[in-house]
Structure formats: C-alpha cells, structure tokens
C-alpha cells in the first residue's frame, strides 16, 4: 500500500473509530466534545501528510499560503490546490473525488456511532 492510500484508509479509519469509540465511553456522540475535537486534529494530521505526499509525487512548491490554508480550510484550498497541480478538468474530477471521500468518512462517522450504540451497555 503506497503512503497516500494508507493516509486515506487512516482518515476513514479515524472517522470510523472516533464516534465508535465516543459512544462507547460516554453514551452520545457530540460535535465539539474532546473527542470530537481530538478526532478532528488527528484527522487534519493524516489530511496534511497525504496533503505533503502528494505535493511531492507532483513535484509542486506550494507556498506558505496554501500550506496553511490546507491546515486551516482545506475545504476551500483544496480545490485551489487540486485545479493548481492537475489543471481545470483534472482538478475537477479530483474535486469531485475528495467531495464523495468526505462523503464516505461521514457516512462512516455514523455507522461508528450507530454500532457504538448497539454495543454499549
């Protein structure tokens, strides 16, 4: 498994274990709880290495701009980055990509909290 890939699968693995783990210990999932907030800083951890890893296999220098801007709003410098190192139609499909990856931790995140559920006491 290539570095970028085991970023994603740890990314999902994250918003798959952090609920599951929450309901376990607390009998509810909330947004802003600490482990809300833990997940969410582990997850901005993988989402820069892949962020980095992909700069490099790409071979861009990104500036410092765009290095803090995929730590602080990746949802809006990542398309910028994707349109910047693919071009319009490659930057498009990566968008549109990373869209149903979001999609797919969400939908993850719930099935953790749904299975936290029914194996909480």
């Known amino acids: 498994m290539t570095p ?3 970023a994603l699968v740890l990314l999902a693995a994250i918003s798959f274990l952090g609920p599951l783990a ?4 607390t009998g509810r999932v909330e947004a802003f709880s600490d482990f809300g907030l833990g ?3 582990v997850s901005l951890v993988v989402l820069f290495w892949w ?4 700069k490099q ?3 861009y220098q990104a500036g410092k701009l765009m290095n803090a801007g995929v730590l602080i709003a ?3 410098a990542l398309p910028i980055y994707f349109v910047r190192t693919r ?3 490659g930057g498009a499909i990566a968008g549109v990509v990373g869209a149903l990856f979001i999609g797919a931790t969400f ?3 719930e099935l953790g909290e749904w299975l936290g559920a029914g194996l909480a006491p």
């Open 4 to 6: 970028k890939r085991l």
């Open 22 to 25: 929450e309901r376990l210990a």
């Open 39 to 41: 997940e969410t800083l």
């Open 51 to 54: 962020y980095h890893l992909d």
């Open 57 to 59: 296999e790409r071979n």
């Open 74 to 76: 990746a949802v809006i």
């Open 87 to 89: 071009g319009w139609r």
């Open 107 to 109: 939908l993850l995140g």
